[in-house]
Each structure stands twice: as structure tokens, then as C-alpha cells.
């Protein structure tokens, strides 16, 4: 697992820190021989393209030079990114392509009414990052970002990689959504069927969703259908990290209530008497609708009941001047931990994000490992399962002083 902690926050010790973004994406590209593909929102790795002056952007900047001296050193550098807009300058990608990157937009508002929000890279077919980190210096030092790097996995990089030649396919202009998709981006790894092996030497069955529906092709779970059953197969314990949680689409006009998931935690509550945790971000950009939803949900735990839900906001505080930088300052996981799996994505809660947004996610399932990994040598060992990390976040996060109960967090 791999994260961003924002410049200025900390934790109590005792917190298992995990590698930094950063220096991930800087190992990832230290090991490139061949090739790497990225799938990208958009791209502000730049002071410039911010129009700020903040040192913490070296970061970002350092990134973007190492880009793009790859080409110039014979490797294939493929970038698939959402169609531009004013909001995203494109500076980077303009200097990617002159550095002899190939650079594909996809037309999302003409194909599905929505964007490319996936986040993800791939290196020589046998390393991947996937999770909440957009292409932007800020996600580096300004925002607290969540994913996971896998290394030495041929199997999952090239299944991965097929969603990549998804997005590249539509990326060519005029390009129209293949019903069926041809075979070859075809996948024998899903819910059903999932890869069997081991992360870090302890036994576990992943394999990658997508989302929208048109965009998985045959053997590919639906990002939807991954989350939900999730939830579904969860007996103990559901805990949530998510930016924004709304039971409604977000950005399609008009809005509908779009109650899926929220429908299946109360399930879950209800007839399993599974014990939520949610833990959404609140900052400037919330939607004003979330805090009634998240409070509704919250409420389905009363005195009477014996119901387990809470709610909490996460809030990455700001100096003056942090708070300054724009879309800066929020806690941008989208993950989901239960008491057999880990679920790793890209996603926001939100119907858009399911329905007409590109994006993937990583479903890990371990059950306890079997390796004494609970125990403080196993974790020190490093041989703690994924699910145990995701685990030790979560809870970090929740008990840190940067989480408020919904109930005071007015």
C-alpha cells in the first residue's frame, strides 16, 4: 500500500507508515526497460500549471522531468487521458508528446456523458500503481491519497493492461464503444473467478473491475458489482474511506437518486448486523447534500437498535497558505476494507462514478493470514496481508484528531 500524506499532518507514533507516492511512482520509474502506460484524468504536475509558487510542487515537477527523459532512452511511453478542458491545462501532455510520448485523449462526454477518472500505471507489463492519485503535483504533498503498488506480477499487470488498450482504443478520434469487445481484451479473472496467488508470500485472489458497464468487456466485473459484493460477502465488519458518498448521481442533469450502495450497507446493518464504518472527506468542494445522506445512514444506529453504523468527516487541516491552493487539502481515498477483503479504486461514491465514469478498482481477498503477521514481528516483517494494511489505515485515520463524528461535526 502506498500513500500521500499531506505536508503538515501528523499522526500519534505507533502508525504503520507506508510508502509515499512519490517515492513509488519514482521506483516504478527507475525500473522501466521497456515500456509504461498511464491512465490519467489530467495532468497538473507543474507550479506553472497551478499558477502557484509552492515549493511542495518540486515533487510533482521531479516526476514529470523523469517522464520525460524515458522516450529519449528507446521507451514506449503510451498515456491515455480524459478529453481536456479549460480547467486542465495541457502543458504536460503537449512536452510528453514532444518528448515523443504518444498521448490518446478519450472523448468521454461523447462516448458515455461522463470522464476518465481511472488512475493507474503500468511498467514493462509487470508492475502497476492503481489508486486515488491523479497525475497532479498535489496529489504528492497536498493531498492524502491511497493505492497500491504491485511488483514482479506479470498475470495482474497484463490484465490490467487490457483495460489500458480499452481506454487506448477509444482514444483514437471518431473512435466508437465495440459491442461486444473483441476477445482480446476479454479476461478470465473476476468475482467469480479470481487470480489465485501470493502477495508478499500469503495466499490471495484479486482481480480488477471497471467501470462504466459499456466499457468491460466479456469476463470483466462491473466496478459496481465488485463493491457491492464486497459488502455482500462482509459477515463482521464494513469500513469505508471515500471522499464523497452520495446516494445520488452528481453530475448528470437532471440529478436522480441513485440509492445502490447505500441501499446494501443498511441491508448489510439490518439482516447480517454487520458493524459500518464510513469515513467521508469534508472540505470546501463537498457537496452540501452529502451531510444529510451521511447523517440518515448514521441514524440507522439508535439507542434502541442494535445497530453498529457511524459516520465520520475526515478533515486535512490547512495553513493560510495551503489553504490557498486550489482543490488542495481533502482526504481523497476511495477504498474499502472488510474482515476478508480489501478494496482498492478510483472511484468516488457517487452514481456518475458507476454509471458513465471511467475507473477501476483492485479486489484483494485475504482471509487471516496465516504467516503470524498479526503479531507486531509479523508486522514489523512486513508480512502483514494487504487487508491488514488497508486495516491499520483505516484505523489510524478514524482515531487520528483530523476525524469529527458526523453528529458534531457542524
Not at 478529453?83 to 502543458?91: E, M, R, T
Not at 453498529?308 to 495551503?322: G, N
Request: aromatic residues 10%; proline residues 5%.
Amino acid at each position: 500500500l502506498v500513500e500521500s500524506i499531506p505536508e503538515g499532518m501528523n499522526f500519534s507514533d505507533g502508525s504503520v507508515p507506508n510508502p509515499s507516492t512519490f517515492s513509488t511512482w519514482m521506483n516504478l520509474l527507475g525500473t522501466v526497460t521497456r515500456s509504461l502506460d498511464i491512465a490519467s484524468f489530467y495532468w497538473t504536475m507543474t507550479n506553472e500549471d497551478t499558477r502557484t509558487h509552492e515549493p511542495s510542487a518540486a515533487q510533482g515537477e521531479q516526476i514529470l522531468e523523469e517522464l520525460l527523459q524515458l522516450s529519449q532512452h528507446g521507451i514506449s511511453v503510451r498515456i491515455a487521458v480524459s478529453h481536456p478542458s479549460a480547467k486542465w491545462p495541457p502543458n504536460d501532455l503537449q512536452a510528453l508528446e514532444q518528448s515523443g510520448a504518444a498521448v490518446r485523449t478519450v472523448d468521454m462526454p461523447r462516448l458515455t456523458g461522463g470522464v476518465l477518472h481511472t488512475k493507474f500505471w503500468l511498467v514493462d507489463g509487470t508492475h502497476l500503481y492503481i489508486g486515488s492519485a491523479n497525475m497532479d503535483w498535489r496529489s504528492l504533498t497536498q493531498v492524502k491519497e491511497l493505492g497500491a503498488a504491485v511488483y514482479n506480477c506479470s498475470c495482474l499487470a497484463k490484465d490490467l493492461g487490457k483495460i489500458f488498450e480499452a481506454y487506448w482504443a477509444l482514444g483514437v478520434p471518431g473512435a466508437s464503444i465495440p459491442v461486444p469487445w473483441p476477445a482480446n481484451y476479454s479476461t478470465t479473472f473476476n468475482m467469480e473467478t479470481p487470480l489465485e496467488l501470493k502477495l508478499n508470500d500469503t495466499d490471495a485472489a484479486v482481480y480488477f473491475s471497471s467501470s462504466p458497464p459499456s466499457f468491460c468487456a466479456a469476463g470483466r466485473t462491473q466496478d459496481l458489482g465488485a463493491l457491492l459484493n464486497v459488502i455482500d460477502a462482509a459477515e463482521d465488519f464494513v469500513d469505508i474511506a471515500v471522499m464523497s458518498y452520495l446516494p445520488t448521481t452528481e453530475f448528470s442533469r437532471p440529478q436522480r437518486f441513485w440509492p445502490a450502495i447505500d441501499n446494501r450497507l443498511r441491508k448489510a446493518v439490518f439482516e447480517r448486523r454487520v458493524k459500518v464504518r464510513l469515513l467521508a472527506g469534508c472540505w470546501r468542494h463537498s457537496q452540501v447534500t452529502m451531510f444529510p445522506f451521511l447523517k440518515s445512514l448514521a441514524a440507522v444506529a439508535d439507542n434502541r437498535t442494535r445497530y453498529s453504523v457511524e459516520v465520520r468527516l475526515f478533515m486535512v487541516p490547512a495553513s493560510a497558505a495551503q489553504a490557498r491552493i486550489p482543490y488542495a487539502r481533502v482526504n481523497h481515498n476511495k477504498y474499502m476494507v472488510t474482515e476478508k477483503a480489501a478494496y482498492v479504486g478510483t472511484s468516488n461514491w457517487s452514481g456518475d462514478y458507476f454509471t458513465r465514469t471511467a475507473g477501476s478498482a483492485l479486489v484483494v481477498n485475504q482471509t487471516v493470514s496465516q504467516t503470524g503477521a498479526s503479531t507486531a514481528a509479523g508486522t514489523a516483517a512486513g508480512t502483514s496481508t494487504i487487508r491488514e494494511q488497508l486495516q491499520a489505515v483505516f484505523e489510524r485515520d478514524w482515531s487520528s484528531q483530523y476525524s469529527a463524528d458526523i453528529d458534531d461535526a457542524e
